[in-house]
């Protein structure tokens, strides 16, 4: 009678299920270490201010702009 063979009794299959294995075990490590904590949030106004580079107290822009 035939028997079928496992998947995984063919050499290649096996080495490329171990792989496919430490690479998903090493990305979630990845992942854990760097992506797990969030950065701290800043108020909505102060984010762009910051991401810009200008100054985050917005009333300094008001007293400009009524002085023009």
């Known amino acids: 009678m035939n028997r079928q063979r496992s998947v995984f009794s063919i050499p290649l299959v096996r080495e490329l299920s171990a ?7 090493a990305l979630f490590v990845i992942a854990q270490l760097f992506f797990q904590s969030p950065e701290q949030e800043l108020p909505a106004g102060d984010r762009f201010e910051q991401h810009l580079g ?9 007293e ?4 023009q």
């Open 64 to 67: 400009k702009s009524d002085d």
């Open 19 to 25: 792989i496919l294995v430490v690479k998903l075990a």
């Open 54 to 62: 200008l100054p985050s107290d917005s009333t300094s822009y008001q």
